[in-house]
């Protein structure tokens, strides 16, 4: 279904009933990155999936900051009359749901962050990976997604996703195909980890439950993340096992029952 704010046009899905869940997902991914977890739980759940701009079908000619973003997210949940709700977010999404919570704090019942951050603390960072994010977006205009996606699927981030069944591997790649190279240099330059205000005071604030969930082949975010658990009120670490950056996908029946299991114990 399509949802309209001035020239933005947002693709959500509605699946289920119940608590209310809102299932941010990565760079390069979409609403079906959470088929598996939609499948898995049922009807046990209301979860809202959103494209994020410049992903999937949702279109932000205009969009020009992460903020914009969560603007435009927070009046699709009124307008879907959610109340307080659980947040999901993955990677790209984490970092969303975390400016989310840093603009709307009284909007959400907990925050799950799966292999996120809180963008970076120091200007001189920010700048360097802005360049760097823009480095991206020229190749990826000028090269086309395939091009593009060879290159993504190869870094070393995504390393533990070889070890998945063809099958799956495949379904990855197709998503990331589907992708239009405008709209991934759209978010690179607008919502890229150099581009979003920093969140990492924002940590500190945050008074509702949160749960952290990194792989333990992701050293950077295991890192990152321990790091976040010191600065938040109410924050749990989970390391999955034999997993990497994308637990949803490399272990999706653990990562349900980790985020059910949550979500069930911070019920409103």
Same mark, same amino acid.
């Given at each position: 279904?399509?949802? /309209?704010? =001035?020239?933005a046009t947002y693709w959500?899905?509605i699946h289920g009933?119940?608590?209310? @869940? @809102?299932?941010l997902? =990565?760079?390069t991914?979409?609403?079906?990155?959470?088929?598996d977890? @939609?499948?898995?739980w049922?009807?046990?759940? !209301?979860?809202?999936?959103?494209d %994020?701009?410049g992903?999937?079908?949702?279109?932000?000619?205009s969009?020009a900051t992460?903020d914009d973003?969560?603007?435009?997210?927070?009046?699709?949940?009124?307008? %879907?009359?959610l109340?307080p709700?659980?947040m $999901? =977010?993955?990677s790209?999404? =984490?970092?969303?749901a975390l /400016?989310f919570?840093?603009?709307?704090?009284?909007?959400?019942?907990?925050?799950?962050?799966?292999?996120?951050?809180?963008g970076?603390?120091l200007?001189e960072?920010r $700048? !360097?990976?802005?360049?760097?994010d823009?480095?991206?977006?020229?190749r &990826?205009?000028?090269d086309?997604?395939?091009?593009f @996606?060879?290159?993504?699927e190869d870094?070393?981030l995504?390393?533990? *996703?070889?070890?998945?069944? %063809?099958n799956v591997q495949?379904?990855?790649? !197709?998503?990331r195909l589907?992708q239009s190279? *405008?709209?991934l240099a759209q978010s690179l330059r607008?919502?890229?980890t150099g581009?979003?205000?920093s969140?990492?005071?924002?940590l500190?604030? #945050?008074?509702k439950p949160v749960?952290?969930i990194v792989?333990?082949?992701d050293?950077?975010?295991?890192?990152?993340?321990k790091k976040? !658990?010191?600065? &938040?009120?109410?924050g749990?670490?989970i #390391?999955c096992e034999?997993a990497g950056?994308?637990i949803?996908?490399?272990?999706?029946?653990?990562?349900?029952?980790?985020?059910?299991?949550?979500i069930?114990a911070?019920k409103a």
């Amino acid at each position: 279904m399509y949802f /309209s704010k =001035g020239d933005a046009t947002y693709w959500y899905e509605i699946h289920g009933h119940g608590i209310p @869940v @809102v299932l941010l997902h =990565g760079f390069t991914g979409s609403a079906a990155t959470w088929q598996d977890l @939609v499948d898995e739980w049922g009807s046990d759940y !209301q979860l809202i999936t959103v494209d %994020l701009p410049g992903h999937g079908k949702t279109r932000t000619p205009s969009l020009a900051t992460m903020d914009d973003c969560c603007n435009d997210l927070d009046e699709l949940f009124q307008y %879907l009359e959610l109340k307080p709700f659980h947040m $999901v =977010g993955y990677s790209m999404g =984490g970092r969303t749901a975390l /400016s989310f919570v840093r603009l709307y704090p009284d909007h959400i019942l907990s925050l799950t962050l799966e292999s996120a951050s809180p963008g970076l603390a120091l200007e001189e960072e920010r $700048v !360097q990976r802005i360049e760097k994010d823009e480095h991206l977006a020229t190749r &990826l205009e000028r090269d086309g997604i395939e091009s593009f @996606v060879d290159f993504w699927e190869d870094i070393p981030l995504f390393d533990s *996703q070889r070890r998945l069944p %063809l099958n799956v591997q495949e379904k990855i790649r !197709q998503e990331r195909l589907s992708q239009s190279p *405008q709209g991934l240099a759209q978010s690179l330059r607008t919502m890229g980890t150099g581009r979003q205000p920093s969140c990492w005071e924002v940590l500190s604030t #945050i008074d509702k439950p949160v749960l952290l969930i990194v792989g333990e082949f992701d050293s950077k975010f295991i890192r990152i993340n321990k790091k976040m !658990q010191n600065e &938040l009120i109410s924050g749990n670490l989970i #390391i999955c096992e034999n997993a990497g950056h994308a637990i949803h996908v490399e272990k999706p029946a653990e990562f349900g029952k980790i985020v059910s299991g949550f979500i069930e114990a911070n019920k409103a």
